[in-house]
């Protein structure tokens, strides 16, 4: 079974400091794996993906299949950074079903 | 180039009836794939369709159901409505259908059964 898991319902930190969302998933295969993520009073949107390698608005996140892991990083945390923040997994043959995480909010105070 | 349109913004209705959603994708895009958002259950695949073919379905009852058009609007359709299908429907769509798609959601339906 696909399973997506985000321990974190809340993470509070302060501008300018590390942040690191978690993501851990369980899936047989090789996932592809995916960041969404919704601003207040915005729509649901990528983020980032797996497949892409990319580092978008600062943040990146590695693939750690040992762990089975995918977790959000970003160096310095900025206040539009608050958020909700999913984690996603797409399985190989599923097309665009997606497994989400329960989502982690995101506060960064200044 | 204009976003995923949902309508209506907000239904509600009573329990027994049915209720249809519609979203409008991105132009070219032929992939729509619909999920439900609940407080208790998270954002959960419901079905997802691919020129005109329903391609992957999730883990919900027969009551729920969809369709695609030719132009690759979509509808979603449940009947016999319960108290526990209050929700958020999001629909997404992609240019195409394969794992790592990106997929553009739309502002969703929040239904609401009384």
């Known amino acids: 079974a696909q399973r997506v898991t985000q321990p974190e319902k809340l993470l509070s930190v302060f501008k300018g400091a590390p942040v690191e969302l978690k993501c851990n998933y369980s899936y047989s295969g090789s996932p592809e794996l995916f960041w969404y993520v919704q601003y207040s009073r915005q729509r649901l949107q990528l983020l980032l993906r797996h497949i892409s390698r990319e580092s978008i608005k600062g943040f990146t996140a590695d693939l750690n299949k040992g762990e089975t892991s995918f977790h959000l990083k970003k160096p310095f945390a900025q206040e539009e950074d608050s958020a909700m923040y999913y984690c996603a997994l797409s399985g190989a043959g599923g097309g665009n079903k997606l497994v989400f995480g329960a989502g982690t909010i995101l506060r960064v105070k200044s | 180039k204009a976003g995923v349109t949902q309508t209506p913004r907000y239904l509600i209705k009573t329990r027994g009836q049915q209720v249809t959603l519609s979203c409008s994708p991105i132009?070219?895009?032929?992939?729509v794939s619909w999920y439900q958002q609940t407080p208790g259950q998270g954002l959960q695949f419901l079905f997802e369709?691919?020129?005109?073919?329903?391609?992957n379905k999730g883990n919900f009852p027969g009551r729920f159901s969809g369709r695609q058009f030719s132009n690759s609007r979509s509808e979603m359709n449940v009947s016999t409505l319960e108290l526990g299908d209050s929700a958020l429907y999001l629909c997404a769509s992609s240019f195409a259908q394969g794992a790592g798609e990106k997929l553009f959601f739309g502002s969703g339906t929040q239904l609401s059964v009384l």
């Open positions: 369709y691919f020129s005109e073919t329903q391609r």
């Open positions: 132009s070219g895009h032929r992939s």
